[in-house]
Nanobody, 126 residues
Framework: QVQLVESGGGLVQAGDSLRLSCAAS????????MGWFRQVPGKEREFVAAVSRNGFATLYADSGSVKGRFTISKDNAKNTVYLQMSSLKPEDTAVYYC?????????????????WGQGTQVTVSS
């Protein structure tokens, strides 16, 4: 079991930056592929970014031009995964969820995530 707690969400203006953090406790953090997903009311939870167990490889969603604006990173010594978001747009408004993937496959599929955090709200005003 692993427990995930997100923090860092809030209300910002378009063009601002924000860094989300997800602190993990429980089993060995370095054994998980970690990801960020987001969800708006009435829509499916969608993949944003993921990082490999050792933190060296990353994957980003193509939709909404996340790639190039968001950066995911993982600090195994601190049991924390981060999502640095820059040039934020109103369409980035969502609840952002941290997720842990145990078997290392299909990082981008929400169905393949084994553990979830409670989510943190990000609101970008125009």
């Amino acid at each position: 079991q692993v427990q995930l707690v997100e923090s860092g969400g809030g209300l910002v203006q378009a063009g601002d930056s924000l860094r989300l953090s997800c602190a993990a406790s429980g089993r060995t953090f370095s054994s998980y592929v970690m990801g960020w997903f987001r969800q708006v009311p009435g829509k499916e939870r969608e993949f944003v970014a993921a990082v490999s167990r050792n933190g060296f490889a990353t994957l980003y969603a193509d939709s909404g031009s996340v790639k190039g604006r968001f950066t995911i990173s993982k600090d195994n010594a601190k049991n924390t995964v981060y999502l640095q978001m820059s040039s934020l747009k109103p369409e980035d408004t969502a609840v952002y969820y941290c997720a842990a993937n145990e078997d290392g496959t299909a990082w981008y599929l929400k169905e393949k995530q084994h553990y979830w955090g409670q989510g943190t709200q990000v609101t970008v005003s125009s």
